[in-house]
């Protein structure tokens, strides 16, 4: 199985090369981030939850995090592989998603790092909230709040993969083909 985390903060353009990648290698994208918007657009108890985290730009507890993401995962048992995108956000949902991804006799391949600049993320993410309608791209208060989170709690969950030997950085920046002509060099190393 070819298992991706697509790493970076808030803005880096996850979202977009998952499309591309999943494409590509036929994959199944898990955006715990839509996956939560879909809650909340279905007016669930989950979404209802998820909503008082999302619109503050805090983190949803790993707990409620951890749980959806493996019922994701059990609801595809024929996939060939995962490009998680915005999961794991903190080293106890990284530490969880290994035990879970080993009980199924399979592991993470390697973590992609999109690196982008803060002046650039706050750019990209005002211009995605004036055409996705997400609240949460389009206050600068909401904005500064994930980069902070971003920093102080997710960041680290790299530290977690490169002592595996499966981190590796890709510069976000240069256009979309040519970062993703980069993710995909990336993969055909670590597969
Ligand atoms: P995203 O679409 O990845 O930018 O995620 C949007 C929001 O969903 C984040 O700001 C968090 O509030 C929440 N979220 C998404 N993924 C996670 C996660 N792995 N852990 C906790 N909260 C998350």
Not at 67 to 79: D, G, H, Y
Not at 91 to 101: G, I, N, R, S, Y
Not at 138 to 151: C, G, L, S, T
């Amino acid at each position: 199985m070819l298992n991706i985390v697509l790493f970076g903060p808030p803005g880096a353009g996850k979202g977009t090369q998952a499309a591309k990648l999943i494409d590509k290698y036929n994959l199944v994208h898990l955006s715990t981030g839509d996956i939560f918007r879909a809650n909340i657009k279905g007016e669930t108890e989950l979404g209802k939850l998820a909503k008082s985290y999302i619109d503050k730009g805090e983190l949803v507890p790993d707990e409620v995090t951890i749980r959806m993401l493996e019922s994701e995962v059990n609801k595809t048992p024929q996939a060939k592989g995962y490009i998680f995108d915005g999961f794991p956000r903190t080293t106890p949902q990284a530490k969880a998603l290994d035990e879970f991804l080993n009980s199924k006799g399979t592991t993470i391949s390697v973590m992609l790092a999109l690196d982008v600049e803060e002046k650039e993320l706050i750019r990209r993410l005002l211009g995605r909230g004036k055409d996705s309608g997400r609240a949460d791209d389009q206050d600068e208060n909401i904005i500064a709040n994930r980069i902070k989170v971003y920093h102080d709690q997710t960041a680290i969950v790299a530290d977690y993969y490169a002592e595996q030997g499966k981190y590796q950085e890709i510069k976000g920046v240069g256009g979309i083909e040519a970062v993703f002509d980069h993710l995909c060099e990336a993969i055909e190393q670590h597969s």
